[in-house]
Nanobody
Framework: VQLVESGGGLVQPGGSLTLSCATSGFEFNRYGVQWYRQGPGTQREMVAGIGTVRNIQYADSVKGRFTVSRDRTKNTVTLQMNNLNPEDTAVYYC?????????WGRGTRVTVSS
């Protein structure tokens, strides 16, 4: 199982970024995938999750600003992030749970700063 995040970077407040999670090594269409983030000095928190039948969840802090989607042809999950603010600064990870085991990517860093 492999998950590889990409798309992070430096963006100004109010800006947008699109993160991608490329997956391999498992049957993508059978599992939900979640996005987490860990900011400086904070615990890792879930920001969005997408199941296998379009069931989607968002953390309250990102509702209306972030959109998660999955591409079954490319086995990728995308996190579109709009209207970013400094509190969104974090390393963003994607995760999949298979047979009770959590698999994580290495993360991609997002910095929101002027």
């Amino acid at each position: 199982v492999q998950l590889v995040e990409s798309g992070g970077g430096l963006v100004q407040p109010g800006g947008s970024l699109t993160l991608s999670c490329a997956t391999s090594g498992f049957e993508f269409n059978r599992y939900g995938v979640q996005w987490y983030r860990q900011g400086p000095g904070t615990q890792r928190e879930m920001v969005a999750g997408i199941g296998t039948v379009r069931n989607i969840q968002y953390a309250d802090s990102v509702k209306g600003r972030f959109t998660v989607s999955r591409d079954r042809t490319k086995n990728t999950v995308t996190l579109q992030m709009n209207n970013l603010n400094p509190e969104d600064t974090a390393v963003y990870y994607c995760k999949v749970v298979i047979s009770g085991i959590s698999y994580w990517g290495r993360g991609t860093r997002v910095t929101v700063s002027s």
